[in-house]
């Protein structure tokens, strides 16, 4: 390369030097004219290519930064949805893997970190990730990194002080195996909900207005809490027994729900899903069963068909529910579901009364493939969770 060619940090030399370029009649046009494009064509392109490529868009200049911070959110809403979202080994932490299995194609993404920040000698990074609400979520024994990889916002919250735990004497570090984020109405506050779901009943909360962590020991008829989910701005959460409640925010009290037509006998860790209108519960074992809780009539109502749905769920991760799912290539009225540490995808059909279809193992090439070792999670960049801080206290 010519050194005119060379950025002005690379080259030392004072005067800017242009790249030039050739236009359709023959005409020289300087690399900083580019920076100009209208916005209109800038649509085009990205309609042309893929998000990797879009983000590099974004890295260009100045006016293409802009761009591209007011259009990520309509372009990825326009991209094959959902993504599995795969945690690189740990020697190389700034780095998030994507996989489309739709598509049977892998990309990959540097995380906006320091690469400083990630080498504190006291740092030990533990083997989840999580992705909510747009953002990955890491932690570490110092701190919890929430990021979104598209935006390239980032926060840190500090764990490695003990916090209280609520009705009791203790004092804990925050760690969890299980973590969802969720904005507040009308606002940029946050909160991240971390759930111990191994060997206890504990859940971990930290509220951004309030800059710090909560503990609560919550045990219903010593069963443990397995999962949690935002419908219609409030946080229910369900137990190993299939008792669904709310969860307060300032209160370690799980107000429990009385519902009727509870199954009698549950042998699986029940999962919630939360669409726009309904609250779902799946329970997958050997055999696929689900349930929409009738908050009206107080009761559990067996599914037979999810219609032009597909379900998307995973033992300690977030689960979606996606309409029209053709339009992606995958299929209606059916449930993906994935292990984080597990290579393969199950997919069951409502359609076969709820039997193992299939199972999807086509993940690209042997370099992905070997990355699907480390945990994994449903990856939906443009779902944002919401709650409204008066219907969870």
Not at 42 to 71: H, M, P, Q, T
Not at 82 to 93: D, H, W
Not at 312 to 327: D, H
Request: proline fraction near 4%; aromatic fraction near 14%; glycine fraction near 6%.
């Amino acid at each position: 390369m010519a050194s005119n060619d060379l950025p002005k940090e690379m080259t030392g030399k004072r005067e800017r030097k242009f790249q030039k370029f050739t236009d359709e009649q023959g005409g020289k046009v300087k690399r900083s004219e580019w920076s100009i494009l209208p916005y209109e064509l800038l649509e085009i392109i990205s309609k042309k290519i893929d998000f990797v490529n879009f983000f590099a868009l974004g890295s260009v200049c100045k006016n293409w930064r802009k761009f591209y911070g007011n259009y990520w959110r309509e372009f990825m809403a326009s991209q094959p949805a959902p993504l599995l979202i795969l945690k690189s080994p740990l020697l190389a932490k700034e780095e998030c893997s994507f996989f489309s299995i739709s598509e049977s194609k892998g990309y990959k993404l540097l995380l906006p970190i320091h690469e400083r920040e990630m080498e504190s000698s006291d740092e030990f990074w533990k083997p989840f990730l999580w992705f909510s609400s747009g953002y990955v979520i890491m932690q570490s024994t110092l701190k919890i990194w929430l990021i979104n990889p598209f935006s390239r916002k980032e926060f840190h919250i500090p764990t490695e002080s003990p916090c209280q735990v609520l009705d009791t004497q203790s004092n804990l570090v925050p760690s969890f195996d299980h973590a969802f984020l969720s904005f507040v109405v009308n606002s940029e506050d946050f909160l991240v909900l971390g759930l111990s779901t191994v060997y206890s009943s504990n859940v971990f909360i930290y509220q951004s207005r309030s800059s710090n962590w909560v503990g609560y020991s919550i045990e219903e008829n010593q069963s443990r809490i397995t999962d949690v989910v935002v419908f219609h701005h409030t946080i229910f959460a369900i137990n190993s027994r299939g008792t669904i409640g709310k969860l307060r925010l300032n209160s370690s009290d799980f107000k429990a729900l009385e519902l009727n037509n509870v199954p009698r006998y549950i042998f699986c860790e029940p999962k919630l899903v939360s669409t726009n209108e309904e609250l779902l519960v799946v329970l997958l074992s050997q055999q696929l069963k689900i349930y929409k809780i009738d908050l009206s009539k107080k009761e559990w109502i067996r599914v037979q068909n999810l219609g032009d749905r597909a379900l998307f769920v995973g033992k300690f991760m977030k689960g979606y529910a996606l309409s029209n799912p053709s339009r992606w290539g995958y299929e209606s009225n059916c449930v993906y579901d994935i292990s984080q540490m597990h290579t393969v995808c199950h997919l069951y059909s409502m359609g076969d009364g709820g039997g193992r279809v299939r199972t999807v193992q086509h993940y690209g090439n042997a370099a992905t493939s070997r990355l699907l070792h480390y945990p994994m999670a449903w990856c939906f960049p443009t779902i944002r969770d919401q709650i409204d801080y008066s219907l969870n206290v």
